[in-house]
């Protein structure tokens, strides 16, 4: 299926208030239930996020549901069968079974253990995966690491290979690669270094945690006018050529087609 991007924007569950300010700011909305809503709080957020769907776009809101060995995930799952298109995102997913038990319901399946980044490509494959998506935070409680970034602000390795891991999965199994989230709201440099990366390694769409990160994942992730140009150029060029040809001092065939298409595709 396809999923709206590049901004997701996640929006704590047990928030109506917010919820149609986050829509309106992102691409699309996570409206939570997992980590942002405390156990206690837990009840009144389902209610509030089941009572707001219904004015809500739904091609752009998905709803984080808790994680499947949790003892709210199974009220989570009833009380939203009755959307059954509505996509779910799974937490701490580490089974293709956890997905596949979502079914109706497309799933983005967020890996944010070291179980759960080793299974991506079985996850990946579950017949309901409509995405893949790591998650930094929750990954590094679990390995027990300590830094999250080398002296030059990229990911410690042990990190940057889950961040590739779930991008080959994600893109090998058809579905849309999502890349996690900045805690640092104020850092607006790392997040526009790391939406960049993101945009130029393949990920389609990079989650939020506030409305401003938004503007600088929209920006990181739409091209420039010289990739634009040269996009529309080539693809022009290629209408009057041969499956090969040269375009500019470049070779051009299939696969460099297929990447202007892409191009003015995110434009």
Known sequence: MSLP?????????????????????ADAVILDLEDAVAPEDKDTARGAVLDALAGLDP???LVRVNAADTEWHAADVAALSAHPDLVLMLPKAERPEDVAALAPHPVVALCETARGVLAAPEIAGAANCAGLMWGSEDLMADLGARWRRNLDGGYQPVLEEARVRILYAARAAGISPVDTVLIDI?????????????????????ACIHPRQVDVVRAAFCPNAEEVEWARAVLAAAEGNDAVFRFRGRMVDAPVLAHAREILRRA
């Open 5 to 25: 991007g590049p901004a997701w924007l996640f929006c704590p569950g047990n928030r109506p208030d917010r919820f149609a300010k986050a829509a309106a700011a």
């Open 186 to 206: 104020e850092d607006e440099r790392t997040l526009e270094a790391d939406s960049i990366a993101a945009s130029g390694a393949g990920f389609f769409a990079k």
């Open 59 to 61: 091609a752009a809101v």
